[in-house]
C-alpha cells in the first residue's frame, strides 16, 4: 500500500472521511459546475461543503477506505489486465492496443437529476425512430420545409436501398445513445447522439463489474440502481419483434478483432449469452439468414450488429466489404430478420441536424423536446454561414458528415486555438463547402473527481447513456452510463473527448429513490436433462481459425527444425565436408518450404551464399511460407480465437513471434562477422515457445469439435511435410549414408526414439518402422494418420455417411507392408515407397479441400438446415 499524503489535513480528518476527501480536493476551473460540490465553482472560493451524494459516499468508505484508495486503484488496473479489457488505438498510426482506462471513483448521480435525463433520452429516442420511419417512408419532414433535403438525403449514410422498408415492428432504432453534458447551471445538454451501431454497452457493464467490486458498502447504501434489467429488456425486446419470439436466435456481429472495441464487444455477447459472430459466419439462403457452423446451418432471427451500415451488405451497399452479410438487406425487407439497428440510421448523428429537431419533435410528437441540445449552427444554410462567418473564434467547428472515400472530413476543433494562417484556411475551406462544417458553441461541462495520489482533481466529464426499445414502442434509458473523463490538460470546452486520445472511462452510479432492481442475467441452473442434450455450437469461421491454428502451429516447427538442421549440416560441411546427397535434399526442401528464394545458389554452388540467404529470409514477413510468417500467421488465427485460448496460450503464442523478430534483427544487426550462433540460438528459443504452444493445444483446451479440427490441421500439415521429406531422402538414398540416415530421423524429431530401440543401426527397415509404422511414435506416418482419420470421423459425425465416404479416401500407412516398401526393385531403388508417399500428400490436400467446402463455406451438394 503507498504511504498517506501527509499532513495537509485538519485534526478531524483523521476520522471524518468527509474532511478527508474536502481537504484533499483541488478546485476545478472557474465557470464550470463542480459535481463534487453540487455547484458552480467560484474564482478564489475555497474548497467548503461537498455534494449530499458524494458526502454519503465518502462516508459509506470510511477513512479506512480513503486511506486504502491506492489499493484499490491497484486492483481495478489489475483486474482490467486479467479480464483482457483493451481498446484498439488507431488514431496514431500505431494499430496498438492499450488497456482500458478505467478511473477508481464513480460519477454519481441523484434521482433528481436522473430523472431529467431519463425523460430527455427516453423523448429523444423515440423521437428518431419515428424520424427514421419517415425519412425512409412518406418523408413528410422533407415536404414540409422542417429537415433540409441536403441534410438528410444528401447525406452519404442516408441509404437509398432502405426506402420503402418496413423492418419488424416497425422499429428502426433498437439501441440509441446519447453524449451528454451538465452545463454550469447544472442542466443536462445533448452534446451528441449516435444511432447507427452505438459502442459503450460492453465497456459499461465491464466498469461496473470492476468498480462496484471496490466499494460494495457504498454501492448497497447509496441505493445503485442495477442494470441487468435494462439487458434483459433489450433481448425481449429483439425476440419480440422476431418471426421467432422467444425462440430466436440473437447474434451480435462484430468487424472483428481488428476493431478498435472488439474487447467490449466480446463481453457484451458473453453476458447476453448469444454468439459473437462476423459476416463470414453467416449466409443468407431464400431470405434468411443462417449461421454457419460445423454441424450445419442454423437459423439466425435476431443480428445486434457493431458493423457500419455501408459494409452490411456488400450486394447493395459497399461491394468490397468483407465485413457483411450479402443478401442482409433483403432478409431484412422479407421480415425474416431483426438487424438492430435496422441499416440507415448514421445519417441521424449529424450535429448539423441539431437546431431542426425542436420542431420536428412538435410536428411528430406534438411535444416540446424536455432535454435541449448544445447550440449548433449548419453553415449550408447561407444565412447563417453569413450570420456567423466574422465571429468564427466563438464556435467549435465540426463536421457535418461523417469521413469517408474522398470525404476527408474536419477534426472538431476549437476555432479560437487556431493560428492566424490555420484560422484563415479553416473559413475558405467553409466558404468553398459550408454544408460540409456545423459550428457550435462551447460548453463550459461540469467537473467530475479523479483520485490522483492522494488528491481529488477535477476533470471535466461526458456522459454517454442509451435508451433501449422494448419491443412494444416504448424505451428503458438503462440506469447507468459510461462516463469519458478528460486527460490532464484538456480544454474542457468540447464534448468529443475521445478514447483514442488519452482519456479515461468511470462508472456511473444512478442513485434510485426506489427499489433497487434484482434481476440478474445470471443464467438458470442446467438440469440433468438439459446437460443430455448439451453441445457447444463451434461457428464455421472459429472452425477454420481452429483448423489453421493448427496447421499454423505444426508448419512453423516444420520450419524452425528445417532451418536448425540445414544450418548445422551447412556449418559441419565446412569443417568435415557433409555429403553432396545431403546437401542436395536439405536445398530441395529449403526451396520447397520457401525457406530461400528460387534465384539462391544452391549449396553446393556456394555455401555462403545460400547460408546468407536462408538466414535473411527467416525473418521476412512478406515471404508467405517463412518463418516470421508462419509465427504472425499463427497470431493472427489466435487472435480471431481470443474467447477460447487461455491467457497462458495467448501470451506464448504472441511471445513466440514479438521474440523471433526482436532477437532475431538483434543477431542480424550485431557487428559479428559470424552471426550464425546467435541465430541458432534464436531458432532454439523458437523451437521451445512452439513445444509449449503445442502442448498448450494437447493438454490444456477443450477436446470439443473445434479441438478436432485443430488436431486434424496439424496431423494434415504433419503427414505431408514428413512423406515428402521421406521420399526425397529414400529417392535419394540417404538411408544408406550415415549423415543422411540422421537426417531423415532429425526432420522427423525421432533420434532419440531410434537410438533407444535400435541403437548404432543403420538400416532401412528398422527406419521406416519406426518412421512409417510404429503407432507409439506420434512422427509416425501411421500414428499420424490414424489420428487424423479418427478425429476427423468424429467431427463428422453427424454427416456419417460423407465422413465415411471421405475417410475412406485417406491414407493408411499401418496397411503398408513393410517387406514391400523397404525391399530394393530391381533396379537398386524403392518406388512403391516412393509412389506411397507422393500419393500420401495427395490425400491429405484433397481433405483439406473436403473440410473448407463442406463445414466451412458450407457449398456442398445440399445445404444441411439443422435447426429453423
Not at 367 to 389: D, I, K, S, Y
Amino acid at each position: 500500500m503507498q504511504p498517506q499524503q501527509p499532513s495537509l489535513l485538519p485534526d478531524d480528518a483523521a476520522v471524518d472521511p468527509v474532511a478527508l476527501a474536502l481537504a484533499a480536493a483541488v478546485r476545478g476551473r472557474d465557470g464550470h459546475y463542480s459535481e463534487l460540490l453540487g455547484r458552480l465553482g467560484e474564482a478564489g472560493a475555497p474548497v467548503a461543503g461537498m455534494a449530499p451524494l458524494w458526502r454519503d459516499f465518502f462516508s459509506a468508505i470510511g477513512a479506512e477506505g480513503w486511506a486504502d484508495l491506492p489499493a484499490r486503484q491497484a486492483r481495478i488496473q489489475r483486474r482490467v489486465l486479467e479480464d483482457g479489457a483493451t481498446y484498439n488505438v488507431y488514431a496514431d498510426g500505431s494499430q496498438s492496443q492499450r488497456a482500458w482506462p478505467l478511473e477508481s471513483l464513480p460519477t454519481l448521480i441523484g434521482p433528481e437529476d436522473w430523472t431529467q435525463i431519463e425523460r430527455g433520452v427516453a423523448q429523444r429516442a423515440r423521437l428518431l425512430d419515428a424520424v427514421l420511419r419517415d425519412a425512409y417512408g412518406e418523408r413528410r419532414l422533407l415536404e414540409e420545409g422542417l429537415l433540409p433535403a441536403s441534410l438528410v438525403l444528401g447525406h452519404p449514410q442516408y441509404l437509398r436501398p432502405m426506402h420503402g422498408c418496413q423492418p419488424a415492428g416497425g422499429v428502426f432504432l433498437h439501441v440509441s445513445a446519447f453524449d451528454l453534458v451538465r452545463g454550469p447551471e447544472g442542466r443536462w445538454w445533448v452534446a451528441a447522439q449516435r444511432t447507427q451501431a452505438p459502442s459503450g454497452l460492453g465497456y459499461l457493464l465491464e466498469n461496473r463489474l470492476i468498480v462496484a467490486q471496490q466499494f460494495p458498502i457504498a454501492f448497497r447504501e447509496l441505493r445503485v440502481q442495477r442494470l441487468a434489467s435494462s439487458f434483459l429488456g433489450m433481448l425481449q425486446g429483439l425476440m419480440r419483434l422476431s418471426p421467432a419470439g422467444e425462440r430466436s436466435r440473437v447474434v451480435l456481429l462484430t468487424p472483428g478483432p481488428a476493431n478498435e472495441t472488439y474487447f467490449e464487444q466480446v463481453f457484451l455477447a458473453r453476458y447476453l449469452g448469444i454468439a459473437l459472430v462476423e459476416g463470414a459466419d453467416l449466409t443468407v439462403r431464400a431470405n434468411r439468414v443462417y449461421l454457419k457452423t460445423l454441424h450445419g446451418l442454423e437459423r439466425v432471427h435476431v443480428v445486434l450488429r457493431r458493423v457500419d451500415d455501408e459494409y452490411l451488405d456488400p450486394l447493395e451497399l459497399r461491394p468490397d466489404s468483407a465485413l457483411g452479410v450479402a443478401g442482409l438487406l433483403q432478409a431484412l425487407r422479407a421480415g425474416e430478420v431483426v438487424v438492430a439497428n435496422a441499416p440507415g440510421a448514421g445519417w441521424l448523428e449529424s450535429p448539423g441536424l441539431a437546431a431542426f429537431w425542436p420542431a420536428v419533435a412538435e410536428r411528430l410528437l406534438g411535444e416540446p423536446l424536455a432535454m435541449p441540445a448544445v447550440t449548433t449552427w449548419w453553415c449550408g444554410e447561407e444565412a447563417v454561414w453569413q450570420a456567423h462567418r466574422a465571429r468564427l473564434a466563438d464556435f467549435i467547428a465540426v463536421p457535418t458528415f461523417a469521413p469517408g472515400p474522398g470525404r476527408p472530413g474536419l477534426v472538431p476543433q476549437r476555432v479560437a486555438a487556431l493560428e492566424a494562417r490555420a484560422r484563415a484556411d479553416l473559413v475558405q475551406r467553409i466558404d468553398d463547402d459550408p454544408a460540409a462544417c456545423t459550428l457550435q458553441a462551447p460548453m463550459r461541462g461540469a467537473e467530475t473527481p479523479v483520485w490522483r495520489e492522494g488528491r481529488l482533481l477535477a476533470r471535466s466529464a461526458v456522459l454517454r447513456v442509451f435508451a433501449l426499445a422494448d419491443g412494444r414502442g416504448g424505451w428503458r434509458v438503462v440506469p447507468g452510463g459510461m462516463a469519458r473523463v478528460a486527460a490532464e490538460g484538456d480544454g474542457g470546452a468540447n464534448p468529443w473527448l475521445s478514447m483514442q486520445h488519452g482519456h479515461s472511462s468511470a462508472d456511473t452510479w444512478v442513485q434510485t429513490g426506489g427499489e433497487v432492481d434484482p434481476t440478474s442475467l445470471l443464467p438458470r441452473p442446467l438440469s440433468a436433462a438439459d446437460l443430455a442434450s448439451w453441445h457447444r455450437s463451434v461457428t464455421s469461421r472459429s472452425a477454420e481459425n481452429l483448423f489453421w491454428l493448427g496447421r499454423y502451429t505444426e508448419r512453423a516447427e516444420n520450419c524452425v527444425r528445417l532451418a536448425r538442421l540445414t544450418l548445422e549440416a551447412l556449418t559441419g560441411s565446412l569443417i568435415t565436408g557433409a555429403s553432396a546427397e545431403v546437401l542436395e535434399v536439405l536445398d530441395t526442401l529449403a526451396r520447397h518450404h520457401g525457406l530461400v528464394g528460387t534465384g539462391v545458389p544452391t549449396p553446393l554452388q556456394s555455401v555462403r551464399v545460400f547460408e546468407r540467404a536462408l538466414v535473411h529470409a527467416l525473418g521476412d514477413a512478406q515471404g508467405a511460407t517463412s518463418v516470421a510468417y508462419n509465427l504472425q500467421a499463427l497470431m493472427r488465427c489466435a487472435q480471431a480465437l481470443r474467447e477460447r485460448l487461455s491467457p497462458e496460450h495467448w501470451k506464448l503464442i504472441r511471445e513466440v513471434g514479438e521474440h523471433f523478430d526482436q532477437h532475431l534483427r538483434a543477431a542480424l544487426d550485431t557487428a559479428a562477422a559470424e552471426p550464425l550462433a546467435d541465430v541458432m540460438g534464436v531458432l532454439a528459443r523458437a523451437a521451445t515457445h512452439l513445444a509449449a504452444i503445442t502442448g498448450a493445444q494437447t493438454d490444456r483446451m477443450t477436446r470439443d469439435d473445434g479441438w478436432r479440427l485443430l488436431s486434424v490441421g496439424r496431423q494434415i500439415e504433419r503427414l505431408e511435410f514428413h512423406a515428402h521429406a521421406l521420399a526425397l531422402g529414400i529417392e535419394r538414398g540417404l538411408h544408406r549414408r550415415d549423415e543422411g540416415f540422421a537426417l531423415l530421423l532429425g526432420l522427423f524429431d525421432s533420434t532419440i526414439t531410434y537410438r533407444a530401440q535400435f541403437q548404432a543401426r543403420r538400416e532401412l527397415p528398422p527406419l521406416l518402422h519406426l518412421l512409417v509404422h510404429d503407432t507409439d511414435n506420434p512422427r509416425a506416418l501411421a500414428w499420424v494418420a490414424r489420428t487424423m482419420r479418427d478425429r476427423f470421423v468424429k467431427l463428422s459425425r453427424h454427416d456419417a455417411a460423407w465422413a465415411q465416404e471421405v475417410a475412406a479416401t485417406l491414407p493408411r500407412p499401418e496397411d503398408w507392408p513393410l517387406e514391400l516398401i523397404s525391399t530394393p526393385d530391381d533396379a537398386g531403388g524403392h518406388a512403391p515407397l516412393i509412389a506411397l508417399l507422393a500419393q500420401c500428400g495427395q490425400q491429405v490436400r484433397g481433405l483439406s479441400d473436403a473440410l473448407g467446402q463442406r463445414l466451412f463455406s458450407h457449398v456442398g451438394p445440399a445445404d444441411r438446415m439443422v435447426w429453423q
